[in-house]
């Protein structure tokens, strides 16, 4: 074999098992990411699910029943309770311990969930860097889109059983319903198909993880411009340093507010998709259903809840996974 033959041969094993530690590392920091995030903010998470959910309006009933005539209690049922209020009804009727309720399911979700999306966001950017400007708004919006339906076609049924466990409303007095019992409910009433509720309303989220994952670029873009510019001697631009990250907080807390504002109809969808026997079937039905039901309010149900919580969660996600990028490729 020749000498360049010999050589072109080695350069193509290095740049795969490059290319292999590349995935690895943001499939491990993606996972660190998801899972500290998902820890701090789960009552949040609880709290917003329950908003959302359509039975939140029975809390309402029992809590007026005794102080309202029977006339008035139809009015009562319609009216949303804020976040605080939410927060009191469940920690008055189920204690404190249901507020990280489905957190099992959370991590086991989370964790690949994250693991999958930022593994597969950074492989597509890096490819699409070669064919399209590189870091280019285009980039960042396929490799978002794609990402996330990678990640939300692996992982749907964990996140199902994991709204069925923060719904579920059996545990007032009674053994509260494992994750296993879910998965069996689940399979027995709607089989395999069962565990794909609400899958059209998922990838309809893919708009706020493509608006999110594009001014969050955009925004790290030009503070690492602000930085160099600022510089005004020869350190070495990679080396990072606390505000580095800090700014990537702020950065992503702006994003995600922007985003989820901009997309959040579709998270009510599809926790209604995912409610146990209800009338719900599909997405358009759904967002249809709800508009004549309950008025245009109603898609905009625990978006406070879900801001207050979803800010500092990618905060910590974000930072968390740039760290571990930068630690593990330092």
Known sequence: MSTSAHYLLSAGAKHERMSQRHSLVHLFAGGCGGTVG????????????????????????????????????NRVTRVSPGPLHCLKMILQKEGPRSLFRGLGPNLVGVAPSRAIYFAAYSNCKEKLNNIFEPDSTQVHMISAGV????????TNPIWLIKTRLQLDARNR?????????CVRKVYHSDG???????????????????????????IKRKLLEFKT???????????????DFVGMMMA????????????????????????????????????SLLVREEGYGSLYRGL?????????????????YEVVVYLLNG
Do not use: W
Not at 43 to 71: C, D, F, M, W
Not at 173 to 181: L, P, T, V
Not at 229 to 243: G, I
Not at 307 to 319: E, G, V, W
């Open 304 to 320: 406070t809840t879900h801001l207050i919580r979803q800010i500092p969660n990618t905060a910590i996600m974000m930072s968390t």
């Open 38 to 73: 998902a820890i701090l903010t789960c009552p949040l998470e609880v709290v917003k699910t329950r908003l959302q959910s359509s039975s939140i309006t029975l809390y309402i009933s029992e809590v007026h029943l005794s102080t309202v005539n029977g006339a008035s209690v």
């Open 229 to 243: 510019a600022s510089s005004m001697d020869s350190e070495d631009e990679s080396v990072k340093e606390a505000s």
């Open 147 to 154: 990402a996330g339906f990678t990640a939300i076609t692996a």
């Open 192 to 218: 395999i198909k069962g565990f794909y509720r609400g899958m059209s309303a998922s990838y309809a989220g893919i708009s706020e993880t493509v608006i999110h994952f594009v001014i969050y670029e955009s």
């Open 173 to 181: 007095g009674e053994k509260q319903m494992s994750a296993f019992e």
């Open 252 to 287: 992503a807390a702006t994003s995600k507010t922007c985003a989820t504002s901009i997309a959040y109809p579709h998270e009510v969808v599809r926790t209604r998709l995912r409610e146990e026997g209800t009338k719900y079937r599909a997405f358009f039905q759904t967002l």
